[in-house]
């Protein structure tokens, strides 16, 4: 997993200058994969959520979410009890909340210029059996996720 997060030149992913740290980003999952008790899990979650993949005072969501958000999957599945509570509320957080103007949108496997919170839940709905077996909150999600738009031509 440590391979996968360090394979993501983090810097090249666009966000506000302002708000977006991409080391943050980096540092927080790796942290956040190696979480093996609820006090490391919550350091890594405030790098995450401090300018990494949100910015939880302003309620914004960088384009790195949509980028981590396969990762924190993996952490959730894989990771420490309270690393999997943590990567799945990042990833709650994220769904929910704005990006800045000029960085709303990313280019994924599935196209270009697709919304942020799309992207993500796409793959939250892209590891379903995961999730609804991760309990209340992974069906929180999905639910969720239910609500972006979706369609395929």
Known sequence: MLDAIDAVDWGAVPGHPDWYEPARAARGLRALADAATLAEAAEAGSLLGGGGIVHGHSAAVFP????????????AQQGHPAARDT???????????YPH????????????AVPICCAIAHQLRDRTA???????RGRSLLADAAEHWRFEI
């Open 101 to 112: 103007a000029e960085y709303t949108r990313v280019t994924t496997s599935h196209g270009t």
């Open 64 to 75: 790195a979410a949509a980028v981590a958000t396969p990762l924190l999957l993996d952490i």
């Open 87 to 97: 990567a799945l509320g990042l990833v709650d957080e994220a769904l929910s909340s």
């Open 130 to 136: 995961l999730l609804a077996g991760l309990g209340r």
